[in-house]
T-cell receptor, first 113, second 117 residues
Framework: NAGVTQTPKFQVLKTGQSMTLQCAQD?????MYWYRQDPGMGLRLIYY???????DKGEVPNGYNVSRLNKREFSLRLESAAPSQTSVYFC????????????FGAGSRLTVL | AQTVTQSQPEMSVQEAETVTLSCTYD???????LFWYKQPPSRQMILVIR??????QNATENRFSVNFQKAAKSFSLKISDSQLGDTAMYFC??????????????FGQGTILTVHP
């Protein structure tokens, strides 16, 4: 079982460029999440998808868009990258609203110059 | 909204000794869960221990145990017989189990723990 797989693991962008972080889970989980991790701030929720076909904003959604392509996949898009989006991004998933334990991917380190 | 505070940015301990990491939280909810996650240098987030707020008994997982003080809104992690492999960033997290919270974990700032040989 691969669990939660994120790609790419590392990416360097120039200001204004766009990119998409991909996330896929093979555990048949209903809910999926995108977090960013910054020094001294823990992990902050960007967007989440409670079930296939739904997405909602988290704590820090500005500058990002998401797509829940199907039950397995949840992508995060930066349309015009900014240096403030330099961070480590984590995708996570869980079974459903009754469950409470998230399974995380390995993280993607993004640097915006 | 919930807040989670970890007031110790860094801690260190000698191998085989015991260390306690602090966490406080603020919420008006009554139905919630608390977690400690470990993030080693590999960056992978690993669940260490979970506590249900409605349970008075403190959770224990091998060398890891918590001291859950619901009235004080405190949730500390005790690591006994520390091992070099315990060196990591530790995050305290809060999950609101009431209403349509959809697993929105709120994390603390993290504590870097270094275990010295």
């Amino acid at each position: 079982n691969a669990g939660v797989t994120q790609t790419p693991k590392f990416q360097v962008l120039k200001t204004g460029q766009s990119m998409t972080l991909q996330c896929a889970q093979d555990m048949n989980h209903n809910s999926m999440y995108w977090y960013r991790q910054d020094p001294g701030m823990g992990l902050r929720l960007i967007y989440y998808s409670a079930s296939e076909g739904t997405t909602d904003k988290g704590e820090v959604p500005n500058g990002y868009n998401v797509s829940r392509l199907n039950k397995r996949e949840f992508s995060l898009r930066l349309e015009s990258a900014a240096p403030s989006q330099t961070s480590v991004y984590f995708c996570a998933s869980k079974q459903g609203s009754g469950a409470n334990v998230l399974t995380f991917g390995a993280g993607s380190r993004l640097t915006v110059l | 909204a919930q807040t989670v505070t970890q007031s110790q940015p860094e801690m260190s301990v000698q191998e085989a000794e015991t260390v306690t990491l602090s966490c406080t939280y603020d919420t008006s909810e009554s139905n919630y869960y608390l977690f400690w996650y470990k993030q080693p240098p590999s960056r992978q987030m690993i669940l260490v221990i979970r506590q249900e707020a409605y349970k008075q008994q403190n959770a224990t997982e091998n060398r890891f145990s918590v001291n859950f003080q619901k009235a004080a809104k405190s949730f500390s992690l005790k690591i006994s017989d520390s091992q070099l492999g315990d060196t990591a960033m530790y995050f305290c997290a809060f999950y609101n189990a009431g209403g349509t919270s959809y697993g929105k974990l709120t994390f603390g700032q993290g504590t870097i723990l270094t275990v010295h040989p």
